[in-house]
């Protein structure tokens, strides 16, 4: 059984009090050792999910959190505070499943064999592959925004791993910060 450590939930949803879907774009930008990584995210298709990565990033949750899974030709995994896998901000939420399919640069949530047990570890696909048997299984509600992001995530899940699929050369988020847009 996975340990969630203190429940984060109280600051998460006083981070996401100023959130409004209808008035602006909202983009996850991960500082990694290894370069940037900037996210769009889907409000449309998994609002929950939406919602606790960018509570969760503004709350700083994720500074500091090392990549503890990488998988090559499958995904990248992060979200562990105790970076071991177990981990989470204290609380789950309840999957949204969709048709949106874990291409190469998808945002999706990691979880235990119960879909609703997502927390905080999400995972970002490598190749698409390596990660259609996915679909329709785990909550797509995100992707890279850009070409240099996915290259970033792509360097990452190329980096050496040992036991556990755990990186040799701790690959770690330094800093994160959400971007809001007006909408025109």
């Known amino acids: 059984m996975a340990s969630f450590g203190t429940n984060r939930r109280a600051e998460v949803d006083a981070a996401l009090k100023d959130v409004d879907f209808s ?3 909202y983009q996850v930008e991960f500082e990694t050792t290894m370069g940037k990584i900037l996210l769009d995210v889907y409000p449309d298709v998994a ?5 606790n990565l960018i509570g969760l990033t503004k709350i700083g949750f994720y500074n ?3 990549f503890h899974r990488v ?6 995994q992060v979200g562990c505070p105790q970076g071991t896998g177990t981990g989470g901000p204290g609380y789950t939420i309840k999957q949204e499943f969709s048709a949106k399919p874990h291409d190469a640069g998808v945002l999706s949530m990691a979880r235990t064999s ?4 997502a927390g905080s570890q999400f995972f970002i696909c ?3 592959d390596g990660t259609k048997s996915l679909d329709n299984q785990y909550t797509v509600f995100g992707k890279t925004a850009d070409k240099s992001s996915l290259d970033v995530v792509l360097k ?3 980096t050496p791993t040992g036991s556990g699929d755990r990186p040799k050369q701790e690959v770690k988020i330094t800093s994160s910060r959400v971007i809001v847009t007006p909408k025109s």
């Open 23 to 25: 008035k602006n774009t």
């Open 47 to 51: 609002p929950g999910h939406a919602n």
């Open 64 to 66: 500091g959190i090392i």
């Open 71 to 76: 998988i090559s030709g499958f995904m990248i």
């Open 114 to 117: 119960d879909p609703n047990s």
């Open 126 to 128: 490598l190749t698409r």
């Open 156 to 158: 990452i899940g190329s």
